[in-house]
């Protein structure tokens, strides 16, 4: 089984050439390691070989790795209840998965509370699929403008989950769609900065850079079978 610094090199290789393809920048597209279940020695490993940021799906489980590695830079990336939103605020550097008003107004208070500015995506369910949690493409126009009225909270971009496909080009009409509504909210949403698109992960994560996406959230690449 390759090593996690091979398979870094690998992710990052194909992150170049996918960039190159589409006449982007790769060093402007960050990775989110995914280290859900993943012990504290195999995290330390990945930063050891240039991993910096790393994502959590669950509140407990982000919470205690967190307090543990202060050093490195998480994400909360998986779907938040209301009432753990007081566990993560603060604590992530950002949330890519507030998915509706109301989980943003309890982190506008839990940031207040803490007198903090909490960055923040908005999970948008751009497939329509039932079994994914996010904002209605409909809806995140007045989503958009009623939290950069919020207080504690900065907006900063979008976030989306393409449909589980054998071919990754299946996942490309998805992320040209949150990419495409990024640029519209941009200019309705006067000074909020959009300027990140969380989208892509082990099986389609090239086809997301070719689409614009900044912020990569890859576990099995990574980690090997078994890492998220």
Not at 7 to 35: E, P
Not at 53 to 71: C, S
Not at 153 to 177: C, H, K, N, Q
């Amino acid at each position: 089984m390759p090593s996690i610094e091979v398979n870094l090199k690998d992710i990052w290789s194909r992150i170049d050439g996918a960039a190159k393809r589409a006449g982007r920048d790769s060093t402007k597209i960050r990775l989110v390691v995914v280290s859900k279940n993943q012990p504290l020695e195999r995290i330390r490993e990945a930063a050891a070989h240039g991993a910096t940021i790393f994502g959590e799906n669950k509140a407990q489980e982000f919470v205690e790795k967190q307090e543990r590695e202060l050093g490195l830079e998480w994400h909360f990336i998986g779907h938040l209840q209301t009432n753990k939103a007081g566990l993560v605020t603060g604590r992530a550097a950002l949330i890519h998965s507030v998915d509706s008003l109301r989980l943003a107004n309890k982190i506008s208070e839990r940031a207040l509370e803490a007198g903090i500015i909490q960055k923040v995506l908005i999970q948008v369910n751009v497939s329509g699929e039932k079994s994914k949690y996010g904002m209605e493409y409909a809806e995140v126009g007045q989503a958009c403008r009623e939290m950069a009225a919020m207080p504690g909270i900065a907006l900063r971009g979008l976030m989306t989950m393409a449909p589980l496909a054998v071919e990754p080009e299946l996942a490309r009409p998805v992320f040209r769609g949150l990419r495409m509504l990024r640029d519209k909210l941009q200019e309705e949403c006067g000074k909020q900065r959009l300027d990140w698109l969380s989208m892509g992960m082990t099986g389609d994560f090239e086809v997301a850079v070719e689409e614009g996406a900044n912020l990569l959230r890859i576990g099995t690449a990574v980690f090997g079978q078994g890492g998220a």
